[in-house]
């Protein structure tokens, strides 16, 4: 808990300008207001971006306020702090906050990628690459525990990698900044997210190697969270948010990528329409979004696999007390 406790003070001060900049009024007096907290602003998610632009939140009757909290102990922070309603990030804080003992924990509710959305970027385009090819080589990497840095040190191990003897992994960037430094690093390799994947394909700063995602397998790699507390409060309002995400998944697992790049391109005017629609094609190739939102214990068990492999869990927790599927069942329906 004091990580957590660290970055809440700071976070805290610096999210009131935020919040004042992204909050709204509703349009509609029916509309009850709720925030949103996400690990990072990603093409990664474009589930959510689509029921935001495509109204079903609103059709849901939620007013919904979005900020990115970039990353997840900033998320979770955002959580138990009440600046945020729901989290939305990666299962393992909730898992680590569990074990620190705190009594008002959170809970996920609603899983929305299953697998990992960052790719290995390399100086040059390499297309018989192999994994064993990062042995005695810089790589730049994620924050310790955080699941980019664990799936990444998963796959390692899958292939016969130690991640602390084999290689080097720089873990000193800042979430985010790992594409632009690289440009100017020693790094032989770096694991970046989209669109900085692209955007350093374009420039010709490096090229995609491996995908993350389809060399670690299916992984629950983000969902959505609330504090207990908050959702003993407001279960009604949980399912009907629930609900507009189940609609976002089945949104972008009927349509084009074409047609999903045109429907979220509001959420990323930094982006060209085009670049959106082949990131999206990537995740749609390799099954990045669940049909529904339902969290099984499988994948609970599973996403407890990495956090011992890695080193970040002595003991397991139960699956019934961090997860609760009823909401995601219903939506389902």
């Given at each position: ?230 959702m003993n409060k407001n279960p009604e309002l949980i ?95």
């Amino acid at each position: 808990m004091k990580r957590l406790l660290i970055f809440m003070l700071t976070f805290t001060l610096l999210l009131c300008p935020v919040l004042a900049g992204c909050s709204k009024k509703a349009d509609d007096g029916n509309l009850t207001p709720l925030t949103l907290c996400e690990v990072a602003h990603s093409i990664f998610y474009a589930p959510q971006y689509a029921a935001i632009e495509l109204g079903y939140f609103k059709e849901e009757g939620i007013d919904l306020t979005l900020f990115n909290g970039s990353g997840a102990d900033n998320v979770m922070t955002a959580l138990i702090s009440g600046d945020a309603d729901i989290g939305f990030m990666g299962s393992e804080a909730s898992i680590y906050v569990y074990r620190e003992g705190a009594e008002d924990y959170a809970v996920n509710f609603a899983q929305l990628t299953q697998r990992a959305g960052n790719f290995l970027v390399g100086r040059e385009a390499d297309p018989d690459f192999q994994w064993s090819d990062l042995i005695g080589k810089k790589v730049l990497g994620g924050r310790k525990g955080g699941m980019p840095q664990m799936v990444f040190e998963y796959i390692l191990r899958r292939n016969g990698i130690d991640p602390s003897m084999d290689l080097t992994i720089d873990q000193s960037i800042d979430f985010g900044l790992t594409a632009a430094a690289f440009t100017s690093n020693d790094a032989d390799y770096t694991v970046e997210f989209e669109p900085f994947a692209t955007g350093l394909e374009l420039e010709g700063s490096g090229y995609v190697v491996a995908s993350l995602g389809v060399d670690s397998g299916y992984v629950p790699y983000t969902a959505y969270s609330a504090l207990g507390s908050y959702m003993n409060k407001n279960p009604e309002l949980i399912q009907r948010f629930t609900n507009a995400i189940q609609k976002g998944l089945d949104y972008v697992n009927s349509h084009s990528a074409e047609e999903i790049a045109s429907v979220i391109a509001p959420q990323f005017a930094e982006t060209d329409p085009d670049r959106i629609a082949v990131i999206v094609g990537r995740y749609l190739d390799q099954d990045t979004w669940k049909k529904n939102t339902v969290f099984t214990e499988e994948s609970f068990a599973l996403l407890q696999d990495i956090l011992e492999e890695a080193g970040e869990l002595t003991e397991r927790v139960p699956y019934d007390q961090l997860v609760n599927v009823k909401y995601a069942e219903e939506a389902a329906k």
